[in-house]
C-alpha cells in the first residue's frame, strides 16, 4: 500500500484561518468548574452537550438556539424514540445551560469555539472565498475537523511531527491511498490559507 508523507513545514502561527483571540471559553472547563451541581450531574451534562456538539458537527449548525431547536427535535424526542420524562428533565437541563453560557460569552466577547469548530468554519470561508466546488470543501472541512481534534491544540496543529503523525493514523486505520491522499490535499489548503506552512509532498 502506498502512504503519503508530508515532507516539510515551516510554521509562523495561523494567521488567517485560525484568528488568535486575547480570551477564549471552554464550555468543558467552566461545566468542571461550575457551582451547584453534583458530579453525576455534571457527567450527565457532559454526555449530553458532548451529543449536541456531534448533531451540529454533522449537521454543520452553529452553537445557539436554532440548533439546540433542531437538536431537540430531531435526536430528543423523535416520534419513534419514546424517553423517560427524568431523562428529558436532565437533558433539558444542559441545554439550557449550554445556552446560558453561550449568552454569557457573548456578553463578555470571547471567544467560546472549540479548535475543530473553527478549524471547520475556517476551511468553509476559505473554500468559499477561493470558489472550490462544494463537494470539495465539504471533504476539506471533515479533514480539517479531525486533524484539529487529534492535535488537540492550535501549536501542535502547526508541527511537522503531529501532521505526520495524523497521516500515519489515517493509513493505520484502514484508509486507503484515496482517503491519504484527501487527507493530505485537506491539510495543504489549510496550511496555504494560514499563510503559514508551506508543504511539500511526495508519494
Known sequence: MRTLSV???VWSG????????????????????FRGLTDRERLVFLLVLEWFGNFRARCGLEA???AAEAFWRTEVVPEDRPREPWQLEQWEDAIKWYL???DACAEERVEHQSLPERARAGVRSAGARRGLAP????CYV?????????AGGEREMGRLETASRFLASVADDGGGYSS?????????FFSNMSAAWRIRFST
Request: aromatic residues 12%.
Open 142 to 150: 471533515v479533514w480539517a475537523e479531525r486533524y484539529a481534534t487529534f
Open 135 to 138: 463537494r470539495t470543501i465539504r
Open 14 to 33: 495561523f494567521s488567517s484561518i485560525m484568528t488568535a483571540t486575547e480570551t477564549r471559553c471552554c464550555w468543558r472547563r467552566d461545566l468542571s468548574e
Open 180 to 188: 491519504q491522499k484527501q487527507a493530505l490535499n485537506a491539510l495543504t
Open 7 to 9: 515532507g516539510l513545514v
Open 100 to 102: 446560558n453560557w453561550l
Open 64 to 66: 445557539g438556539r436554532d
